[in-house]
């Protein structure tokens, strides 16, 4: 047992009754007091908040077309069309190019105009659930084409944004030749001169229909982006990636989750895969039965690292594919050597590596900053076979790598691993009781040097098991205490991440998730608030104060920052019940300012910020009075963050 808890667990909470009178009815009203102590336990690793991520297509990677290159679908099918349709009487197939566009991208789209149409004809992509338009935006369009069988033909192709009903949004006209067999690649800029009330809206390729009777036309690689997070090409939507920023997080932990694993050893996610050109890409059929274009890759995943400023924990694929099948250990060496190239790509010096040289090729001749490599994922589903793979993979690491830290994925030292892990990443999914309940977790882990990360967590039901669709602020609270165990523990505890982060309400899979996002929005959720109040009110030290009882209903957590002068006292309150409590804080310092900053998220259980009620429980400023020993009345079912300065 450590120092701090037996200096913790000394102090002790007590319910002091108000009314003396009420001997046998007792009308007792919770009362807390809680000592601080004058000197801090610990640092706080400055790495502890951050975001789990996997899998972005359609949500944070901004491209607007939905299966934009037909990857990864049976050419013929009407699945190989999905997201395309037909305009006024054209014939679209998706086929097996005898030319294809790359050999990455073996499918194209041939599309015939019959003779006898007249007007505009062509086809249209519908997005991922819709494109948002906005007015003066600048959308860029690119694809592919060629003619099968030289033509004659020349001609236009309009290129547009419209309204289902027709009203054109933004538009460009793109020269075609019938002439060009082989592939060639076009653009087109389009300026939107309307919003329009809707985000039903699609992205269409016409031709007049009687200058191009009898034409055939393949397509391939299409892509259409808007303006992106700071303007990066093939980067991330606007709205998302700045609800991700705000959050301050410190590191970002890729390409997953079970996203990683691949349903099978041959749709694992591969690095090389999704780096170089667009058109070099496969794509992969994702965990989850829907296509990944792996537009947003490794590259894309580390530049985005930089862009926020947070550190990556980048998974490697450790020889386990989530259907079940683990690679033996004889055939492990290639993936082994895989892992080893993603991180040469990632850190390595492009003089003495081909990967290294690659990344430099890409555009960033500098090593990514890297320190944290995760070894699989949730590796306690297959953990006989971890046994042997931890090693295989680790030694050769560490071989290659000896300054990185590898974080094994099973249950911590279940089974026995060897080498002896220096890291472990935890997941917890639990009831909103069950969360609460695992507050406490860490307190009792010992202390051997092992450090931890809660690679994922949630509360996912209330306490009569009913999945949430949305967080509710009773889960966000339930939430808050299972955070406040990190803070407390984060001697041990070097990094958190909620999951899952994106939600697309018009195709939901897993719920619930910390952001909601349809073609036009983004929806914060009570537990997105409770991260970012958090991460935005993190001490570089922890204060121990009296420990909160595990069985009650309000809980806290005292940080203190010292590099701000003068230092700041940051005291988190949660109260995970219906009912209002008051808590004393007695603290020991000789100058405290005679009010705080009380930032609160509360509202009622079951209330969620959904997209018919986005805003409904959001952060509340106000002053309160403070002092030496000052008393906080917390809200039923609410997160606190009193900032004092001393
Ligand atoms: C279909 O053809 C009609 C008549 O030419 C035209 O008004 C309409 O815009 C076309 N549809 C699309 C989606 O381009
Ligand atoms: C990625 O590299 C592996 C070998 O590590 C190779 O088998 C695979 O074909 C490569 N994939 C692509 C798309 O280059
Ligand atoms: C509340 O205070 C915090 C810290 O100063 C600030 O970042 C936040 O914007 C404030 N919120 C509102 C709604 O004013
Ligand atoms: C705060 O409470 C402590 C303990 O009850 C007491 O010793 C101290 O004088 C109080 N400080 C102030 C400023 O009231």
Same mark, same amino acid.
């Given at each position: 047992m450590h120092a701090k808890l037996t200096v913790v667990k000394m102090l002790q909470t007590f319910q002091l009754c108000v009314s003396a009178l009420t001997l046998f009815v007792g009308i007792c009203m919770a009362q807390t007091t809680v000592s601080v102590s004058a000197t801090a336990s610990h640092a706080i690793p400055t790495s502890l908040w951050g975001v789990m991520y996997e899998s972005g297509d359609g949500?944070?990677?901004?491209?607007?077309?939905?299966?934009?290159?037909?990857?990864?679908?049976?050419p013929g099918t009407t699945a190989a069309l999905n997201a395309w349709e037909a305009i006024n009487g054209t014939s679209l197939t998706v086929i097996a190019d005898t030319q294809p566009v790359s050999s990455a991208l073996p499918n194209a789209l041939s599309v015939t105009i019959p003779s006898g149409l007249t007007g505009a004809v062509g086809f249209a992509n519908t997005g991922y659930f819709g494109i948002k338009v906005t007015q003066g935006s600048v959308y860029t369009a690119s694809f592919f084409y060629r003619f099968p069988t030289a033509s004659s033909f020349r001609g236009n192709l309009k290129v547009a944004l419209q309204t289902t009903s027709g009203q054109i949004l933004a538009q460009s006209s793109i020269s075609v030749s019938g002439s060009h067999t082989s592939w060639t690649q076009v653009r087109a800029t389009l300026r939107a001169t309307t919003t329009?009330?809707?985000?039903?809206?699609?992205?269409?390729?016409?031709?007049? +229909?009687?200058?191009?009777?009898?034409?055939?036309?393949?397509?391939?690689?299409?892509?259409?982006? &808007?303006? /992106?997070?700071? $303007?990066?090409?093939?980067?991330?939507?606007v709205d998302i990636a700045d609800a991700l920023q705000d959050l301050g997080p410190s590191f970002f932990?890729?390409?997953?989750?079970?996203?990683?694993?691949?349903?099978?050893?041959?749709?694992?996610?591969q690095w090389n895969a999704t780096v170089g050109p667009l058109v070099d890409r496969p794509g992969r059929v994702g965990d989850w039965s829907y296509i990944n274009t792996d537009g947003l890759g490794l590259l894309e995943y580390l530049t985005w690292c930089e862009d926020l400023n947070m550190e990556p924990i980048m998974a490697v694929w450790a020889g386990y594919a989530l259907g079940g099948v683990s690679v033996p250990q004889?055939?492990? +060496?290639?993936?082994?050597?895989?892992?080893?190239?993603?991180?040469?790509?990632?850190?390595?010096? &492009?003089? /003495?590596?081909? $990967?290294?040289?690659?990344?430099?090729?890409?555009g960033h001749p500098e090593p990514f900053a890297l320190k944290y490599v995760e070894i699989g994922n949730e590796d306690f589903f297959a953990s006989t076979t971890y046994t042997y793979r931890w090693?295989?993979?680790?030694?050769?690491?560490?071989?290659?790598?000896?300054?990185?830290?590898?974080?094994?994925?099973?249950?911590?030292?279940?089974?026995?691993?060897?080498?002896?892990?220096?890291?472990?990443?935890?997941h917890l999914y639990a009831s909103r009781s069950g969360m609460v309940a695992n507050g406490f977790f860490y307190d009792d882990v010992a202390r051997d040097g092992t450090q931890y990360f809660e690679g994922e967590y949630a509360c996912t039901t209330n306490d009569a098991g009913a999945t949430l669709t949305f967080p509710t602020m009773q889960g966000t609270a339930a939430e808050a205490v299972f955070m406040m165990g990190f803070e407390r523990n984060s001697d041990i505890v070097f990094a958190a991440s909620f999951a899952p982060v994106l939600n697309d309400i018009t195709s939901s899979q897993w719920h619930p998730d910390l952001i909601s996002f349809d073609a036009g929005s983004v929806y914060l959720s009570t537990s997105y608030y409770a991260q970012k109040l958090f991460s935005k009110n993190r001490g570089d030290e922890y204060i121990p104060s009296t420990l909160p009882t595990s069985t009650g209903t309000v809980f806290w957590s005292v940080v203190r920052k010292t590099s701000v002068t003068p230092n700041e006292l940051i005291i988190k309150v949660v109260n995970t019940v219906a009912t209002a409590s008051s808590v004393t804080f007695s603290l020991p310092f000789s100058s405290v300012s005679s009010t705080a900053l009380a930032q609160v998220l509360t509202g009622g259980a079951t209330d969620s910020n959904t997209p018919t009620t986005p805003q409904l429980v959001i952060p509340v400023n106000s002053t309160i009075?403070?002092?030496?020993?000052?008393?906080?009345?917390?809200?039923?079912?609410?997160?606190?963050?009193?900032?004092?300065?001393?």
């Open positions: 949500g944070l990677y901004a491209e607007l077309l939905q299966n934009r290159a037909f990857q990864q679908v049976t329009p009330a809707s985000t039903a809206n699609i992205f269409t390729v016409t031709v007049d +229909g009687t200058a191009a009777a009898g034409q055939t036309i393949n397509f391939a690689m299409f892509s259409l982006f &808007p303006p /992106t997070f700071k $303007n990066r090409a093939n980067g991330m939507r932990r890729f390409p997953g989750g079970n996203n990683l694993e691949g349903a099978t050893v041959a749709q694992r996610w004889d055939e492990l +060496g290639p993936y082994v050597q895989q892992a080893i190239d993603q991180i040469y790509f990632t850190i390595g010096d &492009p003089a /003495t590596n081909e $990967n290294a040289a690659l990344r430099a090729s890409l090693p295989a993979f680790v030694d050769a690491l560490k071989a290659e790598f000896p300054d990185l830290h590898y974080i094994a994925t099973s249950f911590p030292f279940d089974p026995v691993l060897s080498p002896t892990p220096t890291e472990y990443d935890n009075a403070t002092g030496q020993n000052f008393t906080y009345s917390t809200p039923a079912f609410s997160l606190s963050i009193l900032t004092l300065t001393l």
